[in-house]
């Protein structure tokens, strides 16, 4: 019904950039938070970045000055541009998208995930 994919993860070294992408699909009526999300094993998820239909956005402390959070309401799609890469923000990064569908319900999809290594 709803698909949400993930891309541009991958090998990085330290102090480079990458970019993720995540592009919703389905029967979408309108779109509330997306944003990204990050894994390491043995701990639990947590919040990298959120964007809100109306423009606001939260990062993890531990990222702001580093990753940007930006999104185009029209296509369903969040990126996430992250500079300047540490050793500890490698992950699993997901993608989150909180919508309403079409037939008015309210639902939470995640993205598949994608690895992302930061590693000389």
């Known amino acids: 019904q709803v698909q949400l994919v993930e891309s541009g993860g991958g090998l990085v070294q330290p102090g480079g950039s990458l970019r993720l992408s995540c592009a919703a699909s389905g029967s979408i009526f309108s779109m509330y938070d997306m944003g990204w999300y990050r894994q390491t094993p043995g701990k639990e998820r947590e919040l990298v970045a959120v964007?809100?239909?109306?423009?606001?956005?939260n990062y993890a402390y531990s990222v702001k000055g580093r990753f940007t959070i930006s999104r185009d309401n029209a296509k369903n799609t969040v990126n996430l541009q992250m500079n300047s890469l540490k050793p500890e923000d490698t992950a699993v990064y997901y993608c989150k998208a909180t919508m309403r569908l079409s037939d008015a319900t309210l639902h939470h999809y995640w993205g598949q995930g994608t690895q992302v290594t930061v590693s000389s």
């Open positions: 964007s809100s239909s109306g423009g606001l956005e």
